[in-house]
Structures are given as C-alpha cells and as structure tokens.
C-alpha cells in the first residue's frame, strides 16, 4: 500500500512496464513478491529514480507552451482536467489523464533498502526455524537403525577388506546396488 501511495503515478520507463509497476494493489504485491526472491529489483529502482522528459508529478499539473515557445509546468488546482483522473485501466479512457509522473528520487532507495533488509531476514529466520524443528522431531535413533549399520560395514568390508577407508570409483554402482 506504501509503494502504491508513493509511487503509484510515475510514468513507465526501462524496467518499470506494465508487468512491474505499483499503479495498483494487485501489481504491487506481485512486484514486492518477485523482489522478495532477489529478482531484478535494483533495475526497477533504478528506473524508477530516472527523471522523464516533460513529466507531470500531480494531477492538476499539465503542459503550457508560453510566448517564448517553451514547454513549461504549469500547476494550477483549478485546471480543467482535474475532474479526470489518472489513467490507470482501461475502462478510465477517454476520460481521463495520462500518467506521466517523475521519477521517484532518494525515497525509493530508502523504501526498497529496508523492504530488501526485512525481508531478507525474515526469510533467513524462517529458513533456520525450519531446520531447527526438523532437528528437534527427530531423534539419532531414527537416523539410522542398528541393523542397517551391521550391513552397512558388512558390505563396505566386501569392497574395502584391508580397511583403508577407500574403495575404487568402479565399485561405487555395484556397492550401492548392495
């Protein structure tokens, strides 16, 4: 909701496509979900830090040419426009205003930094919770049961009779076959 909140209006560029985007809650979540897996989220950062051309941070902003000839911003909360919002869907068309948002700035390195850091640690906690229960349902004695020791040193006695801890490449299959 964040990432939505913040940068939900800028315009795409580079990495930041249809695909990857925060326009929507949906879109958000799949984006933060991919990154969570340490898929390509510096190149989405770094697209969303790169300035557009003629780029429009609020709604009310537009375009003007004055008398020089020169586009300039122009913000003005009582422009016409801004009774139709941003185009976001396709049902919002024709009635509405393309998103041409800037880029992000320093924000979206504080924002994708942490969401990394949490994550990460998160995952790496789960990941060794995990291992330590699977540690602490089992016991030695499940591990491995007497008899399958006996035969165990029974067979490797067959393929290792002077007991050099060793035994030929070419006996592997046949000893694991036993």
Same mark, same amino acid.
């Given at each position: 909701?964040?990432?939505?909140?913040?940068?939900?209006?800028?315009?795409?560029?580079?990495?930041?496509?249809?695909?990857?985007?925060?326009?929507?809650?949906?879109?958000?979540?799949?984006?933060?979900?991919?990154?969570?897996?340490?898929?390509?989220?510096?190149?989405?950062?770094?697209?969303?830090?790169?300035?557009?051309?003629?780029?429009?941070?609020?709604? =009310? #902003?537009? *375009?003007? @040419? $004055?008398?020089?000839?020169?586009?300039?911003?122009?913000?003005?909360?009582?422009?016409?426009? +801004?009774?139709?919002? =941003? #185009?976001? *869907?396709? @049902? $919002?068309?024709?009635?509405?205003?393309?998103?041409?948002?800037?880029?992000?700035?320093?924000? +979206?390195?504080?924002?994708?930094?942490?969401?990394?850091?949490?994550?990460?640690?998160?995952?790496?906690?789960?990941?060794?919770?995990?291992?330590?229960?699977?540690?602490?349902?089992?016991?030695?004695?499940?591990?491995?049961?007497?008899?399958?020791?006996?035969?165990?040193?029974?067979?490797?006695?067959?393929?290792?009779?002077?007991?050099?801890?060793?035994?030929?490449?070419?006996?592997?299959?046949?000893?694991?076959?036993?």
């Amino acid at each position: 909701v964040c990432g939505v909140q913040l940068y939900g209006t800028i315009a795409f560029q580079g990495e930041l496509n249809e695909q990857a985007n925060f326009r929507s809650v949906g879109n958000a979540m799949l984006l933060l979900l991919r990154f969570s897996t340490g898929e390509g989220w510096m190149s989405v950062m770094y697209a969303m830090i790169e300035e557009r051309e003629n780029c429009c941070q609020d709604i =009310w #902003c537009c *375009q003007k @040419e $004055d008398t020089i000839l020169e586009k300039q911003k122009v913000c003005d909360p009582n422009m016409e426009h +801004v009774e139709s919002p =941003w #185009c976001l *869907q396709e @049902e $919002d068309y024709p009635s509405c205003t393309e998103v041409n948002g800037c880029g992000a700035g320093a924000s +979206v390195y504080i924002y994708f930094y942490s969401f990394t850091m949490i994550v990460s640690n998160v995952i790496i906690n789960m990941v060794v919770a995990v291992v330590l229960s699977a540690f602490e349902a089992s016991d030695e004695g499940d591990l491995l049961d007497p008899a399958d020791l006996e035969h165990f040193v029974r067979v490797w006695a067959e393929f290792d009779p002077d007991a050099t801890w060793f035994i030929n490449a070419c006996d592997v299959q046949k000893f694991l076959s036993k």
